[in-house]
């Protein structure tokens, strides 16, 4: 194994007991891939075990084309949504799907979590939206996941869970827990009152600047 198939298949290994371990999932469930953005190969979990028997020669390498090229496991159930995500979107490297509590407590009610928190607008988008349901692991999940994201980082399936991504595995982690961390906030304000929302302007204006010139070497 090269190098770099290497270091890709570790990180799918790594970051798979990483969601695990951050309680964004349990068992077998969720599932996330990587991109070799030199290549186009797109390296993810195989299907059905759990996070902490998965070894570097357990992941499975796939072409944008939805085939196995490389591996002996079944692919995630998922691959059709994680492929078709990154067909779509060139600027995204890492799909990260996840089971976790405070986002998908909208995806049971099937509502949007809006935008609550200006860092949540600022990476995630200015809204996440529910796709269309659609049976798991099936050709139809993928088009409304790939449709209800849109240019946005986050997606919430109905009754099933969350999806995030990001130019790599890091970004895509970090809008996992601006999801979280927002929906759960979202959640206890409509507890006890009622939330108010940033105004659209603002939104865009957090978006320029958060593209554009905050952080280093803007």
């Not at 090229?69 to 600027?91: L, T, W």
């Not at 949540?120 to 692991?137: A, M, T």
Request: proline content about 6%; glycine content about 10%; charged content about 20%.
């Amino acid at each position: 194994m090269n190098k770099g198939k290497r270091e890709f298949k570790k990180a799918i290994v790594d970051g798979g007991k990483y969601m695990l371990d951050q309680g964004l999932t349990v068992g077998t469930w969720g599932n996330l891939s990587i991109r070799d953005p030199e290549t186009g190969l797109i390296y993810i979990k195989p299907s059905g075990m759990p996070y902490p028997d998965i070894t570097e020669d357990d992941v499975v390498v796939m072409n944008s084309e939805f085939k196995v090229v490389e591996g002996h496991r079944k692919p995630s159930i998922e691959y059709n949504f994680h492929i078709a995500i990154m067909n779509a979107r060139k600027d995204v490297n890492a799909v990260l799907h996840t089971h976790p509590i405070y986002s998908s407590v909208f995806g049971v009610l099937r509502e949007d979590i809006p935008g609550i928190s200006e860092d949540f607008v600022q990476i995630v988008g200015d809204k996440i939206i529910n796709c269309e349901y659609s049976l798991p692991g099936t050709p139809e999940l993928a088009v409304n996941v790939v449709k209800a994201l849109g240019q946005n980082n986050a997606v919430l399936i109905p009754n099933h869970g969350t999806v995030c991504v990001g130019g790599d595995f890091a970004a895509a982690v970090k809008i996992i827990f601006v999801v979280e961390k927002s929906a759960h906030i979202y959640i206890l304000a409509r507890s006890i009152g009622k939330p108010c929302l940033i105004d659209p302007a603002d939104i865009k204006a957090m978006q320029d600047f958060a593209k554009n010139f905050y952080g280093q070497g803007k």
